[in-house]
């Protein structure tokens, strides 16, 4: 099952070449237009493969495939868990249990969200690969998109840190935030010695992190964070750095394995853009158990 976007020549449409079309009226950039006009179905004109140079006349229907003839990333497809949130020919929206990583890598070959999906692509016939739009942690839960197609990654990704791509995170803390509201502004680079680990440091990166305290449970408080910047684990190091790391949280804080096994972060809200109607989407997932039980007054 491929993806293609078709676009109806009408008389306003008339005289331009397909080039123009491709990337003024259907939104292909430069990179996309290029991989696929080499493909025999990359483009074509009235089912005729045609060139970039083309000039359909009115009448006529432009359509260009959209999904991947082949997979380059190399990533094994291997059955596992998807709760799926939403899916559409573009696009596809997951609820991510923690503990299961976004990407292969070392330790983690066949038990990756990018493996899962890859083998869900070939049990229903979707031509795909993987084409990820954002990044969870490991441990943490909730909302992630992915793109079924390059150009969908290309458009997600320049939405990111936008207001068209909005991510809300629900965490819980130790202690108690004061103030109750308000924005961490603090760069964050690389840890010295460490491979994984970031802190803030004064040349570090841009980094900006708004929370909220929702409610105070003992000696511990459960907040609404919305991402400014998207770092590699901004909202853990900006907590500890106000003095308040995430419940659980190894890397920053301290495990609490009685507790909860991870750090207690959830994507609970994503709001985009599709990437081909330009519709505005909202999706929103509970907190799952593991974090509801830090929150018992």
């Known amino acids: 099952m491929s993806r293609r976007l078709d676009l109806p020549i009408g008389p306003e449409l008339a005289g331009i070449k397909v080039d123009t079309l491709l990337k003024k009226h259907l939104g292909l950039s430069g990179t996309v237009v290029r991989r696929i006009k080499w493909l025999e179905d990359g483009i074509l004109v009235d089912g005729r493969r045609v060139n970039t140079r083309f000039v359909p006349c009115p009448g006529q229907v432009l359509s260009v495939r959209l999904s991947d003839p082949e997979r ?54 979707i031509e795909a690969d993987f084409h990820p739009v954002h990044r969870l942690d490991r441990g943490t839960s909730g909302l992630l998109a992915v793109a079924k197609h390059p150009h969908a990654q290309e458009v997600l990704k320049s939405q990111l840190h936008t207001p068209g791509f909005r991510r809300v995170y629900l ?58 910047t998207g770092r590699t684990h901004q909202i853990r190091v900006h907590m500890a750095y106000l003095g308040h790391p995430l419940t659980g949280d190894f890397l920053y804080g301290a495990e609490a394995p009685e507790l909860i096994a991870r750090p207690a972060l959830h994507s609970a809200e994503l709001n985009l853009l599709h990437p081909v109607t330009g519709e505005a989407l909202t999706f929103r997932v509970p907190m799952p158990q593991d974090m509801e039980r830090l929150c018992v007054p």
């Open 171 to 228: 965490a819980v803390c130790e202690g108690v935030p004061s103030p109750a509201a308000g924005v961490v502004d603090a760069p964050l680079g690389p840890r010295p010695g460490s491979l994984v680990e970031q802190m803030v440091r004064p040349d570090g990166k841009e980094a900006r992190t708004h929370y909220e305290t929702l409610g105070i449970y003992g000696n511990r408080a459960l907040l609404r964070l919305e991402l400014g």
């Open 72 to 125: 380059r990333s190399g990533i094994v497809p291997a059955p596992g868990p998807l709760d799926i949130v939403y899916e559409d020919g573009d696009i596809i929206v997951l609820n991510k249990a923690p503990g299961i990583p976004v990407h292969p890598g070392p330790g983690h070959f066949s038990d990756t969200i990018g493996n899962f999906l890859l083998h869900y692509y070939d049990s229903q016939g």
